[in-house]
């Protein structure tokens, strides 16, 4: 609504040769992002182990 009165009062101004009487209305301050989850040691899976044990587990599960 308010930027709608902007325009319009911007649209007269233009035409009638001179400045705006107020700036164009923002939309204010933003709300703050939300924090990032924080991962507790040793919950994030399988971080630990090696390439070749993931290697010798997926040719395990062929197998069967």
């Known amino acids: ?3 709608e009165r902007w325009k319009e009062e911007k649209e007269r101004a ?3 040769k001179r400045r705006l ?3 164009k209305p923002t939309r ?4 703050a992002p939300l ?3 924080v991962v507790a040691e040793g919950t994030a899976g399988d971080e630990d182990v090696d390439e070749d044990e993931r ?8 197998e069967e």
Do not use: F, H, I, Q
Not at 55 to 62: L, T, V
């Open 14 to 16: 233009k035409m009638e």
């Open 28 to 31: 204010g301050k933003l709300e």
């Open 55 to 62: 290697e010798n587990a997926s040719d395990e599960d062929e």
């Open 1 to 3: 609504m308010e930027l």
């Open 21 to 23: 009487a107020w700036k």
């Open 35 to 37: 924090p990032k989850p």
